[in-house]
């Protein structure tokens, strides 16, 4: 099992430009999540989906949208980057269908976004 | 809304020596409680977890941690540390309910395991 993989790895961006961020996951998890992680403030959520085709906004969705077409997708745009979008982006997932979101959280291994 | 608190920003100690994580939270209601550990260039990994019961949760790689809730603290222990120890953890919180997708994450401490 590949686990929670990420793509790209890393990215450079002008202001304006737009990209996405792509999440997968070969665990047959049910839930999703898309976290920003910035020097010296912890991990926050972005978005999470509890299952194929439905997103919700986590603590900081401004300037970001994400669809789950397929359950073992995650994609996470940014339609107009800023230089405050400059972060590292991890994807997590967990399976969910039976404990909640108490089940253990599986990251990816991050993307670092640097938005010139 | 909940809140976590990491007192340490920095933790240095020597290998074999113990050591212990401060975290407290912050939160009317009851919580489940979380310690996660990011080595170098990786993504987060699941220390332990408390959602109920026994106060004291063992994980994996020697840690423990005790929930207290009078105190309303998460610490976080290992007897002997070793090199490999050294990495960043992070100790976060989610509220059961529908709110519990939430995980709210400290800031994180990093521990640095001088040979």
């Known amino acids: 099992n590949a686990g929670v993989t990420q793509t790209p790895k890393f990215r450079v961006l002008k202001t304006g430009q737009s990209m996405t961020l792509l999440c997968a996951q070969d665990m047959n998890h049910e839930y999703m999540y898309w976290y920003r992680q910035d020097p010296g403030m912890g991990l926050r959520l972005i978005h999470y989906?509890?299952?194929?085709?439905?997103?919700a906004k986590g603590e900081v969705p401004d300037g970001y949208n994400v669809s789950r077409l397929k359950k073992q997708n995650f994609l996470l745009g940014l339609e107009s980057a800023a230089p405050s979008q400059t972060s590292v982006y991890f994807c997590?997932?967990?399976?969910?269908?039976?404990?909640?979101?108490?089940?253990?959280?599986?990251f990816g291994p991050g993307t670092r976004l640097t938005v010139l | 809304a909940q809140s976590v608190t990491q007192l340490d920003s920095q933790v240095p100690v020597f290998e074999e020596a113990p050591v212990e994580l401060r975290c407290n939270y912050s939160?009317?209601?009851?919580?489940?409680l979380f310690w996660y550990v990011q080595y170098p260039n990786q993504g987060l990994q699941l220390l332990l977890k408390?959602?109920?019961?026994?106060?004291l949760v063992k994980g994996i790689n020697g840690f423990e941690a005790e929930f207290n809730k009078s105190q309303t603290s998460f610490h976080l222990r290992k007897p002997s540390v070793h090199i490999s120890d050294t990495a960043e953890y992070f100790c976060a919180v989610s509220v059961p309910g529908a709110g519990s997708y939430q995980l709210t994450f400290g800031k994180g401490t990093k521990l640095s395991v001088i040979p």
């Open positions: 408390y959602l109920s019961g026994s106060t």
């Open positions: 997590a997932s967990s399976y969910g269908l039976t404990s909640g979101f108490t089940d253990t959280q599986y």
């Open positions: 939160s009317s209601v009851s919580v489940y």
């Open positions: 989906s509890v299952g194929e085709g439905t997103t």
